[in-house]
Nanobody, 113 residues
Framework: QVQLVESGGGLVQAGGSLRLSCVASGIMFHTNGMGWYRQAPGKQRELVAFITSNTITNYADSVKGRFTISRDNAKSTVYLQMNSLKPEDTAVYYC???????WGQGTQVTVSS
């Protein structure tokens, strides 16, 4: 079965940085695109960034220039480097296998003002 294990969330001050990691198992990792989504209280889950199997990336306008998605196929891991964090980035962040029903458990990111 597919398993996505996220880590790296936490509490950080505005302007700070965090790096989220998601380790995947049960899939052919290198053939799948991966995405990071987030959901804030009272809001819909939204796409933050994705990276395809051939390393094409895309970002939500709200995070462009601040966040970087990357992958390490040898480690079956996708990362989200988050810099210059803002209180508006506060949300639960989820790892997702693109075009699938597979999601991670979510990791909380809280940015204080």
């Amino acid at each position: 079965q597919v398993q996505l294990v996220e880590s790296g969330g936490g509490l950080v001050q505005a302007g700070g940085s965090l790096r989220l990691s998601c380790v995947a198992s049960g899939i052919m990792f290198h053939t799948n695109g991966m995405g990071w989504y987030r959901q804030a209280p009272g809001k819909q889950r939204e796409l933050v960034a994705f990276i395809t199997s051939n390393t094409i990336t895309n970002y939500a306008d709200s995070v462009k220039g601040r966040f970087t998605i990357s992958r390490d196929n040898a480690k079956s891991t996708v990362y989200l480097q988050m810099n210059s964090l803002k209180p508006e980035d506060t949300a639960v962040y989820y790892c997702h296998v693109l075009n699938s029903g597979s999601w991670g458990q979510g990791t909380q990111v809280t940015v204080s003002s």
